[in-house]
Antibody
Framework: EVQLLESGGSLVQPGGSLRLSCAASGFTFASYAMSWVRQTPGKGLEWVSTLSGSGGSTYYADSVRGRFTVSRDNSKNTLYLQMSSLRGEDTAVYYC??????????????WGQGTLVTVSS | DIQMTQSPSSLSASVGDRVTITCQASQDITNCLNWYQQKPGKAPKLLIYDASNLETGVPSRFSGSGSGTDFTFTISSLQPEDIATYYCQQYDNLPFTFGPGTKVDIK
């Protein structure tokens, strides 16, 4: 059974940093691209970033490029999202998702339960 | 960026009714269109991928069709457990974008 378990969400001040983790199990982690998608009440679902199975290719939404860094440790079956220079508009539930194929352009066929990031002073 | 629109934004229907949601892309996305279901307090769940393919384990009352810019999602016979918000999403071009969602409830 595929499981994705996010952690690391919390309250952080504007300008601060945070690292989210996603522990994956139930599939061959290195064989699939992985992504982060966030959700806010006001803006709905927003794709944030995708990382290829090897970790060699990364893709970011314009809204986070230069501030967020996605990475993975295939030996630990874990996906990360390092977030810096956080802004109020980054407040959201962040979902870790598994892409359905090795390639980064593919459906998100499994989602974690989400972790809440709140950026506020 | 490719803009995704959905209609209606919400609907109420009776159990057993046929429910149809439409999704339109701002440019041709061939068949790179997925449909997700999100129940309150839960993560989205993939139902339909590549416009018309049913994800494994998803009931056959759910279906999708379309290509290019116009897509349709159908629930052939609405069930109480189908109460949720449904989102379309394109993955033809980066950034991948979602529609605003259609909230479905029981009349």
């Amino acid at each position: 059974e595929v499981q994705l378990l996010e952690s690391g969400g919390s309250l952080v001040q504007p300008g601060g940093s945070l690292r989210l983790s996603c522990a994956a199990s139930g599939f061959t982690f290195a064989s699939y691209a992985m992504s982060w998608v966030r959700q806010t009440p006001g803006k709905g679902l927003e794709w944030v970033s995708t990382l290829s199975g090897s970790g060699g290719s990364t893709y970011y939404a314009d809204s986070v490029r230069g501030r967020f860094t996605v990475s993975r440790d295939n030996s630990k079956n874990t996906l990360y999202l390092q977030m810096s220079s956080l802004r109020g508009e980054d407040t959201a539930v962040y979902y870790c998702t598994k892409n359905s194929r090795y390639g980064s352009s593919s459906p998100f066929n499994y989602w974690g339960q989400g972790t809440l990031v709140t950026v506020s002073s | 960026d490719i803009q995704m629109t959905q209609s209606p934004s919400s609907l109420s229907a009776s159990v057993g009714d046929r429910v149809t949601i439409t999704c339109q892309a701002s440019q041709d996305i061939t068949n790179c269109l997925n449909w997700y279901q999100q129940k309150p307090g839960k993560a989205p769940k993939l139902l339909i991928y590549d416009a018309s393919n049913l994800e494994t384990g998803v009931p056959s009352r759910f279906s999708g069709s379309g290509s290019g810019t116009d897509f349709t999602f159908t629930i052939s016979s609405l069930q109480p457990e189908d109460i949720a918000t449904y989102y379309c999403q394109q993955y033809d071009n980066l950034p991948f974008t979602f529609g605003p969602g259609t909230k479905v409830d029981i009349k």
